[in-house]
């Protein structure tokens, strides 16, 4: 039995992969609950363990065999589970999130539009999800606009309850805050809505629903709003520009709407200077880990840091975004995951909340 | 049907918002769980919402009609059910905590005096909850003195079980530190105990049960401590000091002992400086959003901080206090909230953990 | 009844302790999902103490009883629980984690061996877990090198599963990394692998495991990994140097292994530094609370703040390690403890997260 499993051939990891799917679809839905149920699961490690070659059997090409798997083989079943997510990363899934949103230009005005609508989002190789989303993409469309310009948002809403956007971070005039009954009146199915504004205080902030947020943001609509400021700092200035949206609710956990090894991984060149905008949209705090080299944190919520400071673990709550500068010195594919580890790895691998910083 | 929800009569809308109520109170429950259940609830939103939607037909004016609701009857339900409750803030209840509390003095010694006891506790209109208040009022009266003044407080207890008072955040000698069993006996149902000592390290501080205190501060033995500095540094003044209690246990999310819409807003003039003092005495973070204007934090626990920074998120962990000046430039009612959007709002509108500041 | 337990003898003493044990044996069991089950006992708080009682009576010398406990009786009892817990601390267990490592020097090395094996490990009296540890430590042992020092650690896996060991802070070479199958392969059951460089950036860094890490870090595969530096900072000087990790997984609410009344209390002499290297191990922020004198925060992850900052609650995420300074400057026995309540104490006393700091 143990020399079976040592040899797998390509069917059989296939099976394996499979059952790793189901894993992951299922953690999906525990994930609701906030991460408790992931960590009531880990007891019965073995138990799963055991089921998931189990299913491996009945589904490959081995033959049913009631006997006891040796620890040795066990240990090698778990192993490869875990090798073939991190081979399998990065991988493709149907849609991309937080792509930089392309505006048009009408009397000085930068004129964007994004459409709510509900869809069908892949977060990891065959795992589907229900999404409401801007633009069919979660996070939706990555809006970025320099300080002082004027910006108009045109919303229409295709979905089948009424929705509004808050510019959050952003500090608007009241009737442009986006939210329903108390600035604005909830944009209706069907309806579109204008937001126009002069973009004020720069920095990393979000758009998201201020109407039922909770399962609207929650669902999907929500993305990054990036003011470049007029006169950046000097410590400001970087090579790659990152945005890092954290969420963690009925899409599972995810950066930038996708969970590992579907997650993007960030490539530099040994000695660029990396800025990574984290942005929570979730109900969790997510302490970010890089391996390797350290972070420089430079900016809160879009406001410069008094003084950088560093670390190498960031604790990012939600609502809040988090600017650090990371120099790219130390080559080689470092780890890079919410330090929270049943957000990031199970007894079937890596999923969730994981990504790589690859220096070259 | 549609037609007949789009132009709800008054009883309709009252029947709505006991809903609301009934929703509002299974909240109460959940919400003792952590906030997990709220979570759970929310991937049945529909389900709810139809159900409210049935209690709503039942008890109102409408035959019942099996026929399901069109989309737009229902986004337009929901949109009425979410303006009901901003339309009711600030909602009356009955009682009002953090009250600033009178003191005596008597050969230079400020003498207050407060009572422990069960009471009945309203945090919205409607959700009455068993408390273990001081004074009657959760939380109980704000004690405020000044640095170097001596502070008595006589604590009566008339609780079934054993208290004590710790202030938190107050460096006292160890006699006057209120831990049952290390510095002092448990004060038993029916006794009465004086703490007495001379006001050290100003800065917003707590006072609370060190006695069985997961359930006894949960219930509702908290207060504000403020001890006023005898110099206070140019960037503490503010025309506004305003203390917010953030809790999460048995009573639900509230602020100051109240849920919204029984919430307070803060009211401030354009220009003013608005003080506000966090202090947290729940079980779980509450990163705290204000829209339209920033914070400056400028104090931690009591102490300065270094150098004040920026920020418009700003995460207050169980037993922490941040001081924050907001410079009230931004007219407008602005939304105030937990930024874990389940501790804020529920497909049934806002509620627990959100107020506004109003800047006239 | 109230007569028999005001002046309970010293075995129904010894049976009331023998059911706080069951109780904290019930809290390591509830621990797992993340402290969610413990909130949610808080409302059954009287039921509990009821067959607390009732199973004092049947265990201990008095006859059955079903009269009911009168109020006063009941708060006696309640506090006769506490104050066993706390005159029971520090309680002895057997073993004890964090030990300094000693090494051997070979042609300029520093030589560390770990084994990984599988244990029992008594976190409070008589409350025996199973332990996943480092040389039958939890925490494993402390490795304390120099900054520039060339450090080999030789790692033993004994474990019924692969294994990995990754230096959580320390900035190493990628191929010291420690993350199977980007770095590495994984350590497989009874192989030994070696680990090999020089010390680079000073501080309180982790070395724990990085396979199947939610269970393998959860199970007590972890310990302090500390880089002296050079030259350190005035500041940083203190005459005593305290690691304390912070655990909340399958062993309940630990300090360095262990949960009151089996925590280490801190002893300094009047006038001492202190320095606390706090370590978060876990899956929740646990904020620390220190009584009758504040902390001033000199470090993050290692890293020198730009300017110290005080505070008397310190909010510690999962991965986040931070330094920080205590003059002892105000004598007495006080309470060190977790600041969310339900990991620190329950209506049958104190537990989990609470120490002492003595200041004599």
Redesign the interface.
Known sequence: MSEKIAHKNASELLALVSSRRDFLRKTAITA?????A???G??D?HAQTTKANGADNSGGTMAPNPAPVS??A???A??KM??AG??AFPAKTAGKGNQLLAHRLENGVKIFEVTAKKIQWETAPGQMVEAWAYNEQVPGPQIRVREGDRVRLVVKNEL???TAV?F??V?????Q?G?????QK?I??GETFTYEFTAP?PGSHMYHS??????Q??LGLLGAFIIEPKNPAPIENADIDYVLVLND??HGYTFNGKSFPATEPIVAKLGQKLRIRYMNEG???H?M?L????MTVIA????L?????????L?I?????WDVIVNCN??????FHC????H????HGMFGMVT?LVVK
């Open positions: 609701i609950v906030g991460g408790t992931v960590a009531c880990v007891p490690s620890a040795a066990a240990a090698d778990m192993d875990h090798e991190i081979k089948a309850e009424s808050h959050h971070g500090e608007l005039p009241n009737d805050d939210v329903p009954f108390i600035t909830p209706k199915p205080n201020h109407h039922n947020s909770a399962t943001v929650g609710g009925m109900m969790m705090i302490p880990h391996h390797g080299m350290h809160k919520d879009g406001w840091q008094p003084a950088p400071w560093k670390c190498d673990t604790n709550a939600p609502g809040e975004r130390n080559p080689g594919t470092w780890a330090h929270i580890l049943p990031a790895e199970s007894e790589a």
